[in-house]
């Protein structure tokens, strides 16, 4: 195996969805190649990382704010619906 | 397990009951579909138009067009994959707007080969947290996502941030699921390249890009 057909595979073997068969290929290719080990621990950090530190919160105050004007909207798209 | 399953039935039970009080007229089932899902449509809304301004219009548009649109989700999908996509597409519409070329889809830039081939192989897995506080860290995450094609970053925030399965997001997207795992993993592979040159100089010692 090559290092290029270890990186097609990676996603599937970091998400745990290949078989048996080929999970032993890539486990001999990762036992003697240094450059995907690091590749492979290092993406498995990426998704860690962008799992674990949400960037985007939505603050409560905001969350209130939007909460009320989507029901407002919803309550007016209602009352437009009878209306008609 | 058991119980896990169990809850999660009840869960998705629960869900269509709001659904079908919401499809009823009931403002109040709908007002818990909103908190139930906002926070996570928030979330999807900012990667994808990098604006808080556009991320909040695209909240409260979606769920009113949810409303609105209520009696034509036939649920043989769950009503969460159904709202996404509707907000996916709201959060396109406003990129395209503040784009100029407007020709911003989840096709774009998918031929690009940046991040096919690793280049940066130094292991910064251990600790990169550890470097930075917080802020610091959370500015280099928005600026590293920042950069992928819209295509790509939607499918990495949909499956790894929001934890959705591949079938899912292909379905959310209107995608098919070659095209999803495709985008997936050269979105992690470029993702992780542009960390690698953040977290490799803090390490070397200099602190900067």
């Known amino acids: ?84 | 397990m058991v119980t896990i399953q169990k809850k999660a039935v009840e869960g998705v039970t629960d869900e269509m009951a709001l659904v079908h009080a919401a499809k009823r007229g009931d403002l109040e089932a709908f007002s818990q579909l909103v908190n139930r899902y906002d926070r996570n449509i928030f979330r999807i809304a900012q990667h994808i138009t990098h604006n808080e301004e556009d991320a909040q219009d695209v909240v409260q548009d979606a769920f009113l067009k949810a409303y609105q649109n209520l009696e034509q989700f036939q649920e043989n999908s769950k009503f969460y994959t159904w709202l996404v996509r509707i907000a996916v597409n709201e959060a396109l519409m406003k990129l395209r707007k503040r784009r100029t070329d407007r020709t911003v889809s989840l096709d774009e830039d998918v031929e690009t080969e940046e991040g096919s081939m690793p280049r940066e192989v130094a292991d910064w897995s251990p600790n990169p947290e550890q470097l930075y506080g917080q802020s610091e860290l959370g500015d280099i995450l928005k600026k590293t996502i920042q950069g992928l094609p819209p295509g790509f970053r939607t499918v990495f925030v949909l499956r790894d941030v929001e934890g959705l399965s591949t079938e899912e997001t292909a379905e959310m997207l209107g995608l098919s699921v070659p095209a999803v795992k495709s985008r997936l993993l050269r979105a992690r592979l470029q993702l992780r390249e542009r960390l690698a040159r953040y977290f490799k100089s803090k390490r070397d010692g200099d602190g900067h890009q």
């Open chain 1, 1 to 84: 195996m090559k290092c290029n057909d270890f990186l097609k595979e990676l996603s599937d073997y970091l998400d745990g969805k290949i078989t048996e068969g080929l999970k032993a290929e890539l486990d001999e290719h990762l036992h003697w190649c240094h450059e995907c080990h690091v590749v492979l621990n290092t993406t498995k950090k990426t998704i860690e990382i962008y799992r674990d530190n949400q960037i985007y919160e939505l603050p409560d105050p905001l969350r209130t704010r939007l909460h009320d004007a989507i029901m407002s909207k919803c309550r007016n798209a209602k009352q437009h619906k009878k209306d008609v």
